[in-house]
T-cell receptor, first 115, second 114 residues
Framework: GESVGLHLPTLSVQEGDNSIINCAYS??????FIWYKQESGKGPQFIID?????DKRQGQRVTVLLNKTVKHLSLQIAATQPGDSAVYFC??????????????FGQGTILTVHP | NAGVTQTPKFQVLKTGQSMTLQCAQD?????MSWYRQDPGMGLRLIHY???????DQGEVPNGYNVSRSTTEDFPLRLLSAAPSQTSVYFC?????????????FGQGTRLTVV
């Protein structure tokens, strides 16, 4: 999961396994959360988002879970593939309104998928 | 569909020089933002805009200026570059409509200040 420090958390999985990446957020007023994937040398790529009035949202091979009680967010990737190897960031909107361009990012988790 | 286009991709500046990082989007998005990313860290918000003519500061605005004269463009200006501004800069644009939200990032500008 996310942590403070110079070394990013890492997760190594075998191809075909399910991956779970965790993120803790700090502001209980945050009302919007996004997961991004960033490959080396590229910009972050939107994966999935969730609003605070939901606790689960599913996409293609991905599921985001939100636990507001403990301020925890997770990204589940089913049947992980080598192409999923990247750094994954969670981001939160602390504006508490409609300003979805103003996000606060976690430090990221490195996912490595072994064939 | 070009999405979010940033120029230049790479830049080396001397301390004290000024320059403008360009960002353009062709998706008619309301929201645009600038972030910087330092090694081992997530992205930190520099400035953002919720529409043409409207800008506001983010988490790390010092040393940077922005303007939003059109919906499409959101340039970031470094008035007097410092080595602490060595970083990778990302521009993003986004919209929100009902339950659907998309946010798009450019490919980044890698800036080195010597």
């Amino acid at each position: 999961g996310e942590s403070v420090g110079l070394h990013l958390p890492t997760l190594s999985v075998q191809e075909g396994d399910n991956s779970i990446i965790n993120c803790a957020y700090s502001n209980s007023a945050s009302d919007y959360f996004i997961w991004y994937k960033q490959e080396s040398g590229k910009g972050p790529q939107f994966i999935i988002d969730i609003r605070s009035n939901m606790d689960k949202r599913q996409g293609q091979r991905v599921t985001v879970l939100l636990n507001k009680t403990v301020k925890h967010l997770s990204l589940q990737i089913a049947a992980t593939q080598p192409g999923d190897s990247a750094v994954y960031f969670c981001a939160e909107n602390r504006a508490g309104g409609t300003s979805y361009g103003k996000l606060t990012f976690g430090q990221g988790t490195i996912l490595t998928v072994h064939p | 569909n070009a999405g979010v286009t940033q120029t230049p991709k790479f830049q080396v500046l001397k301390t004290g020089q000024s320059m403008t990082l360009q960002c353009a989007q062709d998706m008619n998005h309301e929201y645009m933002s600038w972030y910087r990313q330092d090694p081992g860290m997530g992205l930190r918000l520099i400035h953002y805009s919720v529409g043409a003519g409207i800008t506001d500061q983010g988490e790390v605005p010092n040393g940077y200026n922005v303007s939003r004269s059109t919906t499409e463009d959101f340039p970031l200006r470094l008035l007097s570059a410092a080595p602490s501004q060595t970083s990778v800069y990302f521009c993003a644009s986004s919209y929100s409509q009902g339950m659907n939200t998309e946010a798009f990032f450019g490919q980044g500008t890698r800036l080195t200040v010597v």
